[in-house]
């Protein structure tokens, strides 16, 4: 019989506890430049494997998102990040990976792979070498359908009192 993650319940002694509240704390501090948890765990001295599974019920409790093997982020910073990058395209409509460098305060080797995890959880998209707000994009496509379905209205009005005047001079 298998457990999934979801379904186990696990109690933490307090070492565990201590180490994966400071691996947040280090991930908080690091932002977008962080240590793989290799290196985090040499630098907590505990064994990778350990370190790995607590960085594993971290992710599934959604304190730490998990890019890839390499990428570990905070949520608190990753949310922070999402709401910077919101405010960005409320005065511009693309970011360029120079921005987001500057944005992020990040080198390119972790804003890269942070800009396909945006596109892959749909807050942004990708257009030639730039990247754009998918909500941007999709409230600009639904005002412009609300502005036909408008045109139409207006039209048929205007057929309709036309008509009328038309009929009325008969």
């Known amino acids: 019989e298998f457990l999934s993650l ?11 506890f201590w180490i994966q509240e400071k691996v947040i704390e280090i991930l908080n501090k690091q932002g977008f430049c962080s240590q793989n948890y290799i290196e985090i765990a040499d630098s907590l001295n505990i064994s990778a494997d350990k370190l790995k599974l ?6 599934k409790d959604q304190k730490i998102i998990r890019i890839n093997e ?11 990040l999402v709401k910077e990058i919101k405010n960005y395209f409320m005065k511009n409509n693309q970011l360029t990976i120079s921005d987001f460098k500057n944005i ?7 804003a890269v792979p942070l800009l396909e995890y945006f596109d892959k959880k749909n807050i942004t998209y990708r257009e030639d070498n730039y990247r754009k707000l998918v909500w941007k994009h999709s409230n600009k496509h639904l005002l412009w359908n609300n502005i036909g379905i408008l045109k139409i209205v207006i039209l048929n009005q205007l057929f309709y009192l036309e008509w009328e005047i038309f009929m009325r001079l008969l």
Request: charged residues 30%; hydrophobic residues 35%; aromatic residues 12%.
């Open 6 to 16: 979801k379904e186990l319940n696990l109690n933490f002694s307090n070492d565990e």
């Open 54 to 59: 607590l960085i594993n019920i971290a992710e």
């Open 70 to 80: 390499e990428l570990l982020f905070t949520s608190k910073n990753f949310n922070t």
């Open 104 to 110: 992020a305060k990040t080198s390119r080797k972790y």
